[in-house]
């Protein structure tokens, strides 16, 4: 064959995943390993949502349901929205890439953040949009430069909200005063994956910002149903917006994005409140174990509005991380991001937290860190 393949989509580089633990056992010969690298729900996923999935199983030789309607209204209900300010995607990935192929042509201006969720820069890569780029301040966006940078040729500015991969969020007058500054042919996309996580104090009054959006910049916020509902395997997500940002997607969207399952399990988990206040409280509890512990092993922690957080572990992280995958534990290293000393962990249950630890204290001491 000779193919062609454009420029734009030579370069670039697939998603790095995190490392499945059946891989991981497979290459390094290790049992019972454990995973706390992608930031998933150490407890499960929400029963009532594993019971809906089997409730639909006789179903599955139908389409689903296109418009997604009863999960749209059941978002409406629980955000406050209408059903028309709702969309909902295969993963919030999804709605990311709905925004690019909307907004975005070829020239066209994406701003974002480094290091963020590689996602928003390889879609608009692929759109033939040009990225414009800024490294994070203190691990925060650097808001002020993103500012600066605005110009006409500018569309969406993605703003993960906490950051991933350092947990920071953004503070909410800082947010309010850039935004009041935006001009009003740009969209700010909150990207607020871990927003289940986040203390009161510094959360986003999503609502008010996207309902008086008369004037100035219009706001999408992302959610999704991978994190605080256990979701992750199922991909579904959703955007809450305005009406009119709302019917444009639908104008890019596949008639039938979202699966029969994950639209009942999504449904099902967002009426299980005990599923997901006993994920908060068990994710605060560890994590703030989880801190003290590592601390006392001569390592320093990052505060966090997620469900990880980052470790300063005194030395090479990459090393770190091959010396923990040998002993079946694996983690993130934040090498590739810039910070060599640093790994991030994603809180996982009382028995995975505590091997952790213990992991994490004999690879310190065998790599002579601490």
């Known amino acids: 064959m000779n193919i062609q393949v454009p420029d734009n989509i030579k370069s670039i580089v697939p998603y790095p995943p995190g490392k499945p633990i059946e891989e991981l056992e497979r290459e390094y010969g290790v049992k019972d390993s454990i995973k706390l690298a992608s930031n998933e729900n150490a407890w499960g996923s929400s029963p009532k949502a594993i019971e809906a999935i089997r409730k639909a199983l006789d179903n599955l030789h139908r389409y689903p349901d296109g418009s997604n309607y009863y999960l ?3 978002i409406a209900q ?6 028309d300010e709702v969309v909902i995607g295969n993963g919030s990935d999804e709605i990311i890439e709905f925004l690019v192929k909307a907004y975005v042509q070829t020239g066209d201006e994406v701003i974002t953040s480094h290091p963020s969720f590689l996602m928003y820069q390889k879609v608009v890569q692929v759109r033939g949009g040009t990225n414009i780029i800024f490294p994070l301040k203190e691990m925060h966006h650097d808001l002020d430069s993103i500012f600066s940078a605005i110009t006409d040729k500018t569309r969406l500015i993605f703003l993960d909200n906490p950051n991933n991969p350092t ?4 503070k909410p007058t800082d947010l309010y005063s850039f935004l009041s500054e935006v001009p009003e042919s740009v969209i700010v996309v909150l990207d607020e994956a871990y927003v289940d996580f ?3 104090d510094v959360q986003v009054d999503v609502y008010s910002l996207i309902k008086n959006s008369k004037g100035r910049c219009g706001v999408v916020a992302l959610r999704t149903f991978s994190k605080a509902y256990g979701l992750a395997g199922i991909r579904i997500g959703y955007g809450l917006m305005s009406g009119d940002v709302a ?7 596949q008639p039938f994005n979202v699966n029969q399952l994950a639209q009942v399990a999504a449904i099902a988990a ?3 409140v005990d599923f997901y206040n006993t994920t908060l409280h068990k994710t605060r509890e560890g994590k703030a174990w989880l801190r003290k512990e ?6 320093s922690t990052y505060s966090s509005q997620t469900n990880f957080f980052l470790i300063d572990v005194k030395g090479d992280a990459a090393a770190l991380y091959e010396a923990m995958l040998c002993k079946g534990v694996i983690i993130r290293s ?4 810039g910070y060599t000393n640093v790994i991030r962990i994603t809180v996982g249950t009382g028995e995975e937290n505590y091997r952790f630890v213990h992991t994490l204290g004999n690879c310190l001491r065998e790599l002579a860190y601490v």
Not at 294 to 299: M, R, T
Not at 334 to 337: G, L, N, R, S, V
């Open 72 to 74: 749209t209204r059941a």
């Open 247 to 253: 019917a444009v997607l639908h104008k890019v969207r």
């Open 78 to 83: 629980k955000s406050g929205f209408s059903p």
């Open 294 to 299: 590592v601390e006392k092993l001569g390592c």
């Open 198 to 200: 986040m203390d009161d």
């Open 167 to 170: 947990a920071t969020a953004i």
């Open 334 to 337: 934040m090498k590739a991001y």
């Open 270 to 272: 967002i009426e299980d």
